[in-house]
T-cell receptor, first 115, second 112 residues
Framework: DAKTTQPPSMDCAEGRAANLPCNHSTISGNEYVYWYRQIHSQGPQYIIHGLKNNETNEMASLIITEDRKSSTLILPHATLRDTAVYYCIVRVGDAGGTSYGKLTFGQGTILTVHP | DVKVTQSSRYLVKRTGEKVFLECVQDMDHENMFWYRQDPGLGLRLIYFSYDVKMKEKGDIPEGYSVSREKKERFSLILESASTNQTSMYLC???????????FGPGTRLLVL
């Protein structure tokens, strides 16, 4: 799976949009971009994923650049409960073989939402 | 919504004890995973199961075993707990290999 680079930390004011960037310049054509978050002492929570088109769900939007070398997760109206570590992961969609589809989390971005 | 539950949020055990961690998913997923998460080391795969009674070793299976007798339940067993197995244990499930994985709340295990 391709490597990702994220800023170690970001701040956001409550009610404003939080834009979390991720670089994945070595991404392959069959690799998806996934986003998870982890609130302190809890299990990771799936947020959204995409291949090349922008995606939106009830939690967030995912914007993937045309060359697919970077992406941005957007939380449109951040709340205090969105304070968490956000992980950007790149992985193949059909991950058979020895990888078994395992997830590899990097260091992520610590997002702090303040009042 | 996918629901993955783990038997305990916090567990304290003594060295040498046999420890059972249970995970249950309610979405009829084929695949289930056990990871451990440690500061600075990220998520590491211990074992993976792609069907009932089927299992595969992950990256760090030593000291662990697993059991999957029913599709919805995947158990992680520490045969003889050691202090270096103190960690956060995370269970996940996915419909198929390569599909989105959904995690349980985690079990924080302390081995004294």
């Amino acid at each position: 799976d391709a490597k990702t680079t994220q800023p170690p930390s970001m701040d956001c004011a409550e009610g404003r949009a939080a834009n979390l960037p991720c670089n994945h310049s070595t991404i392959s054509g069959n690799e998806y971009v996934y986003w998870y978050r982890q609130i302190h002492s809890q299990g990771p929570q799936y947020i959204i994923h995409g291949l090349k088109n922008n995606e939106t769900n009830e939690m967030a939007s995912l914007i993937i650049t045309e060359d697919r070398k970077s992406s941005t997760l957007i939380l449109p109206h951040a709340t205090l409960r969105d304070t968490a570590v956000y992980y950007c992961i790149v992985r193949v969609g059909d991950a058979g073989g020895t990888s078994y589809g395992k997830l590899t989390f990097g260091q992520g971005t610590i997002l702090t939402v303040h009042p | 919504d996918v629901k993955v539950t783990q038997s305990s949020r916090y567990l304290v055990k003594r060295t040498g004890e046999k420890v059972f961690l249970e995970c249950v998913q309610d979405m009829d997923h084929e695949n289930m995973f056990w990871y451990r998460q440690d500061p600075g080391l990220g998520l590491r795969l211990i074992y993976f199961s792609y069907d009932v009674k089927m299992k595969e070793k992950g990256d760090i299976p030593e000291g662990y075993s697993v059991s999957r007798e029913k599709k919805e339940r995947f158990s992680l067993i520490l045969e003889s707990a050691s202090t270096n197995q103190t960690s956060m244990y995370l269970c996940a499930s996915s419909l198929w290999t390569g599909e989105t994985q959904y995690f349980g709340p985690g079990t924080r295990l302390l081995v004294l």
